[in-house]
């Protein structure tokens, strides 16, 4: 029997996405910042659809990679609470990345008193705050940055599954989908869009070289993750999702390998590790991968865009 060819869903849809924009000459590119980005022993942070992480290689990655950085929140590893919220903890941390308030609230759970409504974080549960509908949950309900975030990622796993097929929601086992990650993702100057990415096409070096390009103008971007048919229809469709992240400003070839070359600082949600792989790597890959959660491919990514 012929063995079935590396075809995934985003194979077929790729040549339905609407192509790549060069940016108009003096259009804005992404906000330059200096955002807290997930590395070792920081207090502060920087999923059809994702249904979590498969079994792969150990956190030092394959032969030749880099050793993985740990992720701390508060004294906690930061991680996804269970298989269908790496889409949440990729968001959160996103949001988290970009917005001060946030990331403090998570680390520390307190907010400022005098904060208007309309500035406090979507991310946060409006319970937590007394703003919500509910009755306002007691500080001591969430007394750790454990116990926040999980709060914070299904309270983002409902906000991603509401509306997701029309005014159908999202089924909730199977995570977050890239079409409701986009409209919730949120990053200063930056709206999202969501793109299905073939890793073996032309189209695919363009989108990473996108993806490095916005990181490293401080910019994180998520990315899908999945397998192909070879491993069974289930795993031809997106199955955990993983964030590009901003280079720590101190590294060494920011971005880049000592010879030069794009690499990728991905944070990977299951294990709270950050990656450091080339952008090479991910193209036309046939093994798994620990930065991409055990899975072999990256088939989807969620592009930031100016805001004009």
Do not use: N
């Not at 991905?266 to 294990?271: H, N, R, S, T």
């Amino acid at each position: 029997m012929r063995a079935l060819p590396p075809v995934s869903l985003s194979t077929v849809l790729g040549p339905l996405a609407r192509p790549l924009r060069a940016p108009r000459h003096g259009a804005p590119g992404p906000v330059e910042r200096r955002p807290p980005t997930p590395r070792a022993g920081r207090a502060r942070p920087a999923s059809g659809p994702a249904a979590g992480p498969r079994a792969g290689p150990g956190p030092a990655g394959p032969a030749g990679t880099a050793a993985a950085s740990p992720v701390t929140l508060g004294g906690a590893p930061a991680r996804q609470t269970d298989e269908t919220t790496c889409g949440s903890m990729v968001l959160l941390m996103l949001a988290a990345t970009g917005d001060p308030i946030l990331a403090d609230w998570l680390e520390r759970g307190t907010l400022a008193p005098d904060l208007p409504a309309d500035q406090v974080p979507p991310e946060i549960p409006p319970a937590a705050t007394g703003m919500g509908a509910l009755p306002p949950v007691a500080a001591t309900a969430h007394p750790t940055a454990a116990t926040r975030l999980a709060a914070a990622q299904q309270h983002l796993k409902r906000r991603t599954s509401a509306r997701a097929l029309g005014p159908v929601p999202w089924p909730g086992r199977l995570g977050t989908p890239p079409w409701t990650a986009a409209r919730e993702a949120r990053f200063p100057g930056v709206r999202y869009r969501s793109v299905p990415l073939d890793d073996a096409s032309p189209r695919a070096t363009a989108l990473l070289a996108s993806a490095h390009k916005a990181t490293l103008a401080g910019v994180p971007v998520p990315l899908y993750t999945g397998g192909d048919l070879r491993r069974g229809l289930a795993s031809a469709v997106p199955r955990h999702v993983v964030l590009a992240v901003p280079p720590p400003a101190a590294a060494a070839h920011r971005g880049h390998d000592d010879a030069g070359r794009p690499v990728l600082h991905l944070y990977e949600p299951a294990a709270g590790l950050v990656h450091e792989v080339p952008v090479a790597a991910l193209l036309g890959r046939t093994e798994p991968h620990p930065a991409l959660g055990g899975w072999t491919h990256v088939v989807w990514v969620v592009l930031p865009e100016p805001v004009r």
